[in-house]
């Protein structure tokens, strides 16, 4: 039987080559001119749009036959406009093309380069401003346009009238925050922050995916029509361009030696290296696929523009969303070639069908057995896994994890000489709790402790179960003051919660939490904890329910 079937699947590979034959033979060889296209950038020539560049100058566009022409950016011009008008096939937008799609106009987004947006609010060291709260009341100096949505959605996400914001329009220069006239500046964490290292100014930056917002930025757009009208040329330019890309990431000293050369010769190596370095780290091209975007989380900003008044109602995205070539209009001598080999196809099948139609039911059988068995497999590894990384009771992080985490989040503060703050969390006279009510009421105290720890923290930091009533809680780029307010939250949300349990029995508990920053002069991960575990020994010390700072 074994060797029925291995012969049979040669016969298979034969036909399947006769085809390919057959095919290569009907391809009659077309030689299309190069299709002109123009690149509108959002801004200066700069690493942000590196992708293109290297798309042009590695011969990825001329491969696909086209010829590119890259226009800068300026703040007299309006990208979307341009599109619009139909002066360029493409450009690359911000976030704020969602919102013309959904006024009517015909936007299309092709790919999201930043998976993390640069805009952030940025302010002066030695101010006393950490936090959103803080800026709601200050002067803000940024670039009035949709590009930056996300910048002031961030401040009716938490609750403040947007009209109610001391906005001026942005000078494209950091003069106004340097001479104080103005409190918070409209920054890209790829340009203005090195600025400042450069001049000495010591700096904060206040950023929008702390609080929950985080729009996709530097999409590539096109115009609905043009892409319609020009499908084949549309998908080579985006597949090109995402190559650029990828090269551009994969090569950063060749990228920035040859931008600074042919696109930016005003801006020194090391600026166009930091900017590289950050973009980097928006674009994610280690975790997610260059370019992705998810339908769910383009819906999620349209809700949040519907929220602020921006659009007055909500519509269907799949328009907004570039979903492939159309079909191609029929070719006649493509059909000839098509039906020609539909005739072989037919005849072959019917070869075979005649011989091996019992075989092939034996094979199918066989191949679902096999299909079943490795689903089988995947879910049992997945089932693993989660084991492996997850507190089963909590639903938290276990331990082994934590540590892991940690240490890369040491070495990432290390390498970038960012803030790292750890929490070490315990339940004030947890024993008592098991004595008097049982190891079930613990248990369902330990659940509901957990899902609070969750509630209070962002969507960057971390959260786990240490062991026992004891918990840990990582928070990356956190400096002292924002860390302190992040564990007073928490403490005053455990101290006010009502646990109840099973029996009906309501329970009020508190807990008691060692605060440590991360030195990376004299810091390793075991005397990172050791302090965070002695600031949570100071804290149960003086008296329970309070928090504890180890310097």
């Known amino acids: 039987m074994l060797n029925t079937c291995v012969s049979s699947v040669s016969r298979l590979r034969a036909a399947s ?28 020539h700069q690493f942000q749009f590196a992708g293109y ?17 890259i226009i800068p950016g300026a703040p007299e011009i309006n990208v979307l406009q341009q599109l619009l008008q139909r002066e360029v096939q493409f450009a690359v937008s911000a976030s704020g093309a969602l919102l013309a799609y959904l006024e009517g106009k015909p936007v299309v987004a092709l790919a999201a380069i930043m998976q993390k947006s640069p805009s952030v609010w940025l302010v002066r060291g030695d101010s006393d401003i950490y936090t959103l709260q803080d800026l709601a009341s200050r002067r803000l100096e940024m670039t009035l346009s949709q590009e930056n949505t996300e910048l002031l959605a961030v401040f009716a996400k938490e609750g403040f009238a947007i009209n109610k914001l001391q906005l001026s329009s942005s000078s494209m220069k950091l003069d106004n925050l340097l001479s104080g006239k103005t409190d918070a500046f409209n920054a890209y964490l790829s340009n203005e922050p090195y600025l400042l290292q450069q001049m000495g100014m010591p700096y904060r930056v206040i950023q929008p995916t702390e609080y929950g917002v985080n729009f996709y930025q530097d999409i590539l757009v096109g115009h609905a029509d043009w892409l319609a009208q020009h499908p084949k040329q549309a998908e080579a330019f985006l597949q090109a361009s995402l190559q650029g890309w990828r090269f551009a990431l994969d090569n950063i000293d060749y990228s920035v030696a040859h931008i600074k050369q042919m696109y930016a010769p005003d801006k020194s190596s090391a600026h166009l290296h930091y900017e590289a370095e950050v973009l980097r780290t928006l674009v994610l091209p280690d975790l997610v696929e260059i370019g ?5 989380r383009w819906q999620q900003i349209a809700r949040m523009y519907h929220a602020l008044g921006m659009v007055e109602q909500l519509k269907p995205l799949d328009k907004f969303l570039y979903s492939g070539p159309a079909e191609v209009v029929v070719d006649y001598k493509l059909l000839l070639q098509s039906v020609m080999l539909m005739l072989l196809v037919i005849a072959l099948l019917s070869f075979f069908t005649l011989r091996f139609r019992a075989l092939a039911q034996a094979l199918s059988a066989e191949i679902a057995r096999h299909a079943q068995t ?6 049992r590894n997945q089932e693993l896994l989660q084991l492996a990384s997850t507190d089963m009771l909590t639903g938290l992080v276990n331990r082994r994890v934590i540590i892991q985490q940690a240490q890369a989040e ?3 503060a290390k390498r970038y000489q960012k803030d790292l703050a750890v929490l070490m969390l315990d339940i004030d006279h947890f024993k008592q709790i098991n004595d008097q009510h049982g190891h079930a009421a613990g248990d369902k105290v330990l659940i509901a402790f957990a899902e609070l720890c969750k509630q209070s923290i962002r969507d960057t930091d971390l959260a786990g179960r240490y062991g026992g009533e004891e918990f840990f809680i990582l928070l990356p780029e956190v400096d002292i003051k924002t ?69």
């Open 410 to 412: 040491i070495r990432r």
């Open 483 to 551: 860390a302190i307010m992040s564990a007073e939250r928490l403490r005053l949300a455990v101290a006010e919660h009502e646990f109840v349990l099973t029996s009906g029995d309501v329970l009020h508990i508190t807990c008691s939490i060692g605060i440590a920053m991360y030195m990376p002069l004299q810091d390793d991960l075991d005397k990172l904890l050791l302090r965070a575990d002695q600031a949570l020994y100071q804290a149960k010390h003086q008296g329970r329910n309070r928090c504890a700072v180890m310097q």
């Open 53 to 69: 560049y290297m798309a042009l100058e590695q011969g990825y566009y001329q491969q696909a036959g086209l010829k590119v022409h």
């Open 17 to 44: 080559l006769l085809l390919m034959l057959c095919g290569i033979l009907f391809t009659v060889p077309t030689n299309a001119s190069e299709t002109d296209i123009t690149l509108q950038l959002r801004w200066h």
């Open 292 to 296: 992705h975007m998810n339908p769910g």
């Open 374 to 379: 490795e689903q089988l497999l995947v879910e």
